[in-house]
């Protein structure tokens, strides 16, 4: 009872730290603070998801839950090190490409 929970916790927290980056992505201003917004909550809101889920798998003691939970728990580790990289990368390419960050006062939206 307990573990459900905190995976229904964790499952809403990734859920809710989702819809939040997709405001994010529709509000803001220019594609640098977009990709802030990408990059930070759609990382978070993964992790969220995918402990929820491997503590979901991870509940049953036998050895194909564990597994399954374990290979979860590897694609939360690779997302958190792919996912802020990849944000990284596309910023220094527009940056290279000469896209012209947002300044307070600029009426381009």
Do not use: E, N
């Not at 402990?51 to 036998?62: I, K, P, T």
């Not at 564990?66 to 527009?94: C, E, N, Q, R, Y």
């Amino acid at each position: 009872m307990i573990i459900d929970i905190v995976v229904i916790t964790f499952v809403v927290m990734g859920l809710v730290l989702f819809s939040v980056g997709t405001l994010g992505i529709l509000r803001l201003p220019d594609a640098y603070t977009r990709m802030h917004a990408a990059g930070k909550l759609d990382t978070l809101g993964s992790i969220c998801l995918l402990f929820g889920l491997a503590l979901w798998q991870g509940r049953h003691v036998d050895l194909a839950h564990l597994i399954v939970a374990a290979k979860i728990l590897l694609i939360l580790v690779f997302v958190s090190f792919a996912s802020p990289t990849a944000t990284h990368d596309m910023v220094d390419a527009g940056m290279r490409a000469g896209i012209i960050p947002w300044r307070k006062g600029d009426k381009r939206r």
